[in-house]
């Protein structure tokens, strides 16, 4: 069992023609995580909140009249309270022949500022998936792997998508050296590659376009058991 935390403070300060105005920030990240660790089962679950806020921002006497900090530097108003709160988990389950695992994490962020943008300052994200491989008959192996995504907040498209990924296998020969495989990345086509980023009055949504549902062939052969054999140095 794991616990981590830290705390820190800011002070600006703007100084114009000998006249001062202040400006307070505050940081501060709290986390708890715990694993347990059994012969054929392991586990790990963690859970993190964040507060970053600079909120003292309230207009302040400066040469007879009342002027914000920001508007004092010209660098427009940078008013921000961000808080955020993450948590994870995953398992894995070790058998004979097979292995399985599972995972999942939920992570929600709110930014609460006076910008006048018009876009949403709270995202929620909840992805849980599993994944296995195995052994059956001696020489067929499989592979997969599913994950689901739920997302709130985002003005993008297609945010909740389900990832599946398949994969087969077949060893030849005695020795098991030759294998051929075929593997099926995003078999429902539906990933898209979508981010948010919220930072103070910054807000960045970012999606990548390129080539999701892929198919792909594969021969191999294990040239360290060639011939079949083991070979020993002599000692001269």
């Known amino acids: 069992l794991t616990l981590n935390g830290n705390i820190g403070g800011s002070r600006k300060i703007a100084i114009l023609n000998n006249n001062k105005m202040f400006n307070k920030g505050l940081n501060f990240t709290q986390?708890?995580?715990?694993?347990?660790s059994l012969k054929k089962f392991t586990a790990n679950m963690g859970f993190e909140y964040n507060l970053s806020a600079n909120n003292d921002n309230n207009n302040q006497f400066f040469g007879g009249e009342q002027i914000s900090?920001?508007?004092?530097?010209?660098?427009?108003?940078?008013?921000f309270k961000t808080k955020s709160f993450r948590s994870n988990f995953s398992a894995s389950l070790r058998l004979k022949n097979f292995r399985f695992?599972?995972?999942g994490n939920y992570n929600t962020s709110k930014n609460d500022n006076n910008t006048?943008?018009?876009v949403n300052t709270q995202t929620q994200s909840l992805n849980f998936g599993a994944t296995g491989n195995g052994t059956v008959l001696k020489?067929?192996?499989?592979?997969f792997s599913a994950n689901k995504r739920i997302t709130k907040g985002y003005s993008l498209g297609n945010i909740n998508p389900?990832?599946?990924?398949?994969?087969?296998?077949?060893?030849?020969?005695?020795s098991k050296a030759l294998s051929f495989t075929m593997n099926v990345n995003d078999l429902l086509n539906e990933g898209n590659?979508?981010?948010?980023?919220?930072?103070?009055?910054s807000i960045?949504?970012?999606?990548?376009?390129?080539?999701?549902?892929?198919?792909t062939f594969g021969l191999n052969y294990n040239v360290s058991r060639f011939g079949g054999k083991s070979f020993n140095l002599r000692t001269d």
């Open 31 to 36: 986390s708890i995580s715990g694993a347990v």
């Open 69 to 79: 900090y920001n508007l004092l530097l010209n660098n427009g108003q940078s008013f």
């Open 101 to 103: 695992g599972f995972r």
């Open 116 to 118: 006048s943008l018009n």
């Open 139 to 143: 020489s067929y192996n499989f592979n």
């Open 162 to 174: 389900l990832i599946v990924n398949l994969g087969v296998g077949k060893s030849f020969l005695k």
């Open 193 to 201: 590659n979508v981010s948010q980023s919220v930072l103070g009055n």
């Open 204 to 215: 960045i949504e970012t999606r990548s376009n390129q080539i999701k549902r892929v198919v």
